[in-house]
Structure formats: structure tokens, C-alpha cells
T-cell receptor, first 111, second 115 residues
Framework: NAGVTQTPKFRVLKTGQSMTLLCAQDMNHEYMYWYRQDPGMGLRLIHYSVGEGTTAKGEVPDGYNVSRLKKQNFLLGLESAAPSQTSVYFCASSYGGETQYFGPGTRLLVL | AQSVAQPEDQVNVAEGNPLTVKCTYS??????LFWYVQYPNRGLQFLLKYITGDNLVKGSYGFEAEFNKSQTSFHLKKPSALVSDSALYFC?????????????FGRGTSLIVHP
């Protein structure tokens, strides 16, 4: 039982490049979330999903897209990376919107 | 709307002394309340939660939290701090009546336990 996994762990991008962050969970959770963590800002919700095939915007969705084609996977895409997207990205999942289980994070540096 | 405040960016305590990390919340209805801990370069880990029932909730690693409805607080406590407790602590709230399953997180409190 791996819980929540994220790939990659670390990535460096140039401004304008695109990439996809992958989150996978093996707990059969309906809810999945993408957050970014910046110093002094706490956790900010980017997008979330309440089930396979459904996604919704969170607090800071601009510049990001997501997809939930399979229940166990939640993908976060950056179409054209900007330096302001330098951050640590966390994925989480939960059953019924209660206790969240977090992945180890992806550190992204946009130059 | 739901919100949560952690009024202290940093808490310093000596090893062996009791510790308190403060959290206050605001919801329209009744709250679900959570504490999470984040060690350096790691994801958040669940510590404890209040759903209903006993106001004193016990969690992992000897931590506990007291739900106080009149003061809208959910402070995290531990009777005797360890150096290994040094980490970033997040309080989160979700409004049960709101019908949303999205919690709101505080900005986090850095706990530093000195040997």
C-alpha cells in the first residue's frame, strides 16, 4: 500500500515550457486535490476532483489544468510555465472529504 | 465562508516543557477540525481530528487538541515536547453544513523545540 505518490520529485523548467505532474493513490479515494506551498503562504488549493471525470477550480487555478481520467490518478498540467509557478506542489486524496493523505511533493523551479 | 487562523508564525519551547500551538476558526455551521504536521522536505501527515463528541481529542505522537466551541478554537497541545517534534504544523477546518468537501488550511506554525 503505497498511499499517495507523486512524480517527478524535482524538475527544472525554462519559462514557456510545459510539463505534467502525476499523482497516484491506491486507497480508492474519491476526492483528490492539488496544492501549492510557498513560504509564508501556507497551502493553496489549485484544483480538485470529487470523482473520476470531474474537476473543479480551487483558490489559485490560473495557469494550471487538470485531468482525472482514472479514479486513482490526478494529473496537473502547466501549459506555459512562468517563474511565479516556482513552488512545491502537493497532491492529496481523501475519502468523503475528511482526513487527507498527502504525497511527498514535487519541487518545481521555473527559470 | 470558512476560515482558520494560526496567530503564531513560530513557537519556541524547551525540550520537556509543555507546548501549545494555537488555532482559531470560523464556519457557518459545525466544524470538522484537523491538525497536520509537516517535517522538512516531506508531505503533510495527519495528526488528529475533531468530528463530534468528546472535546478533547488524542492523536499521534502524544499530541492532543481541545475543541472549544465558545472560543472557536482548536489548540494543539503536548505535555512534554521533544526535539523531534520540531516541524511545521497546520490547522484545517471544514464546515459540515456547507456541503463542500474542501477544507481550508491555516498558514502554518513552525514549532522549534530546543534541547
Amino acid at each position: 500500500n503505497a498511499g499517495v505518490t507523486q512524480t517527478p520529485k524535482f524538475r527544472v523548467l525554462k519559462t514557456g515550457q510545459s510539463m505534467t505532474l502525476l499523482c497516484a493513490q491506491d486507497m480508492n479515494h474519491e476526492y483528490m486535490y492539488w496544492y501549492r506551498q510557498d513560504p509564508g503562504m501556507g497551502l493553496r488549493l489549485i484544483h480538485y476532483s470529487v470523482g473520476e471525470g470531474t474537476t473543479a477550480k480551487g483558490e489559485v487555478p490560473d495557469g494550471y489544468n487538470v485531468s482525472r481520467l482514472k479514479k486513482q490518478n490526478f494529473l496537473l498540467g502547466l501549459e506555459s510555465a512562468a517563474p511565479s509557478q516556482t513552488s512545491v506542489y502537493f497532491c492529496a486524496s481523501s475519502y468523503g472529504g475528511e482526513t487527507q493523505y498527502f504525497g511527498p511533493g514535487t519541487r518545481l523551479l521555473v527559470l | 465562508a470558512q476560515s482558520v487562523a494560526q496567530p503564531e508564525d513560530q513557537v519556541n519551547v524547551a525540550e520537556g516543557n509543555p507546548l501549545t500551538v494555537k488555532c482559531t476558526y470560523s464556519v457557518s455551521g459545525n466544524p470538522y477540525l484537523f491538525w497536520y504536521v509537516q517535517y522538512p522536505n516531506r508531505g503533510l501527515q495527519f495528526l488528529l481530528k475533531y468530528i463530534t463528541g468528546d472535546n478533547l481529542v488524542k492523536g499521534s505522537y502524544g499530541f492532543e487538541a481541545e475543541f472549544n466551541k465558545s472560543q472557536t478554537s482548536f489548540h494543539l497541545k503536548k505535555p512534554s515536547a521533544l526535539v523531534s517534534d520540531s516541524a511545521l504544523y497546520f490547522c484545517a477546518v471544514r464546515d459540515r453544513q456547507r456541503g463542500s468537501y474542501i477544507p481550508t488550511f491555516g498558514r502554518g506554525t513552525s514549532l522549534i523545540v530546543h534541547p
